[in-house]
């Protein structure tokens, strides 16, 4: 199988719609945008401060000044502008975000998500995250779909949660999966699994899309 | 109303007990210059307001891997793992606020207000022993406004009046604490005549800042 990681990251990049504004989290979700189609503009949100954020920079022209909110170097695109933490989070929660993507430890069937603290092992604070899933328009997990073998797709999170009922849509490398009221909705598979696989691997029970599509890997 | 100080005079009024607010995202727009010199003077038992707790071997960071700190609130200290260490040895006292609700705090704090009304945080521990208000149908919690005695911050140029400039993502939480606290720092990497900063390019005016200190570097 190619990588895992490509495979999810180009199928969310099929989500957003020219001139979207979107919010990458840290992780895979960053290699979101080496997917983004050629045919739409979509204008990345950095919540540290700016919109129309660019690719890593080579190493000469590196500024302290410019990172994204993992504090990797970034760089802006023509066009793009900077501002405060409460303008950004203006964006981020008042409705002018499109989309976040983001990691997971635990989403489950209702939309809940888990992703920012285990209790008694690692609790870094939630950051934007919280901000980032109440607000945004669409909300996507893109994660690999079990950690090691451990399942991640709940029927409901046991982890403290980041925000209640917020998703919308789950990427893996399996498939697709929308939150809908009545479950998770299987909407796409990988080829390379079959849905009896792709349900062992999850704890709530999926309901099939008809038709299933076939993920585009 | 002089406000250019050498850095000893402007960190003589950081004193024991006091809360802190410390510009700075991940250490980007952080005042380096003037933390050393908290470093150096020792001031103790502090309360800082910011929104990370850096790295350990920086600005913020330094401040709590010395022990400085009786208190912490902040969105994020995943990258300083003394933070995580002390929090759960109760060494050091650890509140952990979305960014987007800490940003709104300290707007707040600074424009008069008693708090801010949020839907971040909803259904997560954050909710826990807030109260809770619904308007036009949709709940939110309320978040108190947070004021420091002293907010240090950073910025790119000052004029000899305390006008701002800050540079592309090193703006962050910067504007905002400069209206939130008693006495205002700035540390600046240059300082140039009153008129050289256009006024509309003036990102925090001169009226919020008491003292204006040059960076080392």
């Given at each position: 199988m190619s990588d895992i990681k490509a495979i999810i990251a180009k199928r969310v990049a099929q989500e957003f719609s020219d001139g979207n504004l979107v919010n990458l989290g840290i992780g895979l979700p960053t290699l979101v945008a080496n997917y983004i189609p050629e045919s739409i503009e979509v204008i990345l949100q950095s919540e540290n401060g700016f919109v129309g954020m660019g690719p890593a920079p080579e190493e000469s022209e590196i500024d302290p000044n410019l990172v994204n909110a993992g504090a990797m170097p970034v760089t802006t695109?023509?066009?793009?502008?900077?501002?405060?933490?409460?303008?950004?989070?203006?964006?981020?929660?008042?409705?002018?975000?499109?989309?976040?993507?983001?990691?997971?430890?635990?989403?489950?069937?209702?939309?809940?998500?888990?992703?920012?603290?285990?209790?008694?092992?690692?609790?870094?604070?939630?950051?934007?995250?919280?901000?980032?899933?109440?607000?945004?328009?669409?909300?996507?997990?893109?994660?690999?779909?079990?950690?090691?073998?451990?399942?991640?797709?709940?029927?409901?999170?046991?982890?403290?949660?980041?925000?209640?009922?917020?998703?919308?849509?789950?990427?893996?490398?399996?498939?697709?999966?929308?939150?809908?009221?009545?479950?998770?909705?299987?909407?796409?598979?990988?080829?390379e699994f079959t849905v009896e696989q792709v349900q062992e691997a999850t704890e709530a029970k999926l309901i099939v899309a008809e038709p299933l599509k076939v993920m585009e890997i | 109303m002089k406000k250019l100080m050498n850095i000893d005079e402007a960190a003589a009024h950081i004193k024991d007990g006091m809360t802190v607010m410390l510009g700075g995202f991940l250490g980007v727009g952080a005042p380096s210059t003037v933390i050393d010199k908290m470093i150096e003077n020792g001031v103790k038992d502090l309360t800082v307001i910011a929104n990370d707790t850096s790295f350990p071997d920086q600005n913020i960071g330094k401040l709590v891997v010395n022990k400085q700190v009786k208190k912490v609130i902040a969105s994020h200290i995943g990258t300083n793992p003394e933070t995580g260490r002390q929090m759960n040895e109760n060494e050091m006292e650890v509140i952990l606020v979305p960014q987007g609700t800490l940003a709104e705090q300290v707007r707040a704090g600074g424009a008069g207000l008693g708090g801010v009304l949020t839907p971040t945080g909803l259904g997560t521990v954050v909710e826990d022993g807030k109260q809770k208000v619904t308007i036009n149908g949709k709940?939110?919690?309320?978040?108190?406004?947070?004021?420091?005695?002293?907010?240090?911050?950073?910025?790119?140029?000052?004029?000899?009046?305390?006008?701002?400039?800050?540079?592309?993502?090193?703006?962050?939480?910067?504007?905002?604490?400069?209206?939130?606290?008693?006495?205002?720092?700035?540390?600046?990497?240059?300082?140039?005549?009153?008129?050289?900063?256009?006024?509309?390019?003036?990102?925090?005016?001169?009226?919020?800042?008491?003292?204006?200190?040059?960076?080392?570097?």
């Open positions: 695109l023509p066009g793009a502008a900077f501002f405060d933490s409460a303008m950004s989070f203006a964006i981020i929660r008042g409705g002018h975000l499109d989309a976040t993507v983001l990691g997971a430890l635990q989403v489950d069937e209702k939309g809940n998500l888990a992703n920012w603290m285990i209790p008694g092992k690692k609790v870094p604070g939630m950051g934007g995250a919280m901000d980032l899933v109440t607000g945004a328009k669409k909300v996507i997990v893109a994660m690999t779909h079990t950690a090691k073998g451990s399942i991640k797709i709940m029927k409901e999170c046991t982890l403290p949660l980041t925000a209640a009922g917020q998703v919308d849509l789950i990427i893996t490398e399996m498939g697709v999966m929308r939150v809908t009221e009545k479950g998770l909705l299987l909407e796409e598979i990988n080829p | 709940v939110y919690l309320v978040e108190e406004a947070l004021k420091a005695d002293v907010a240090v911050i950073k910025a790119l140029k000052a004029d000899k009046k305390g006008n701002l400039v800050y540079d592309k993502a090193a703006r962050n939480f910067n504007p905002l604490m400069a209206m939130a606290a008693d006495l205002v720092i700035a540390e600046v990497d240059e300082i140039v005549e009153v008129g050289e900063i256009s006024p509309d390019m003036v990102m925090t005016p001169n009226i919020f800042v008491n003292i204006v200190v040059k960076g080392e570097k």
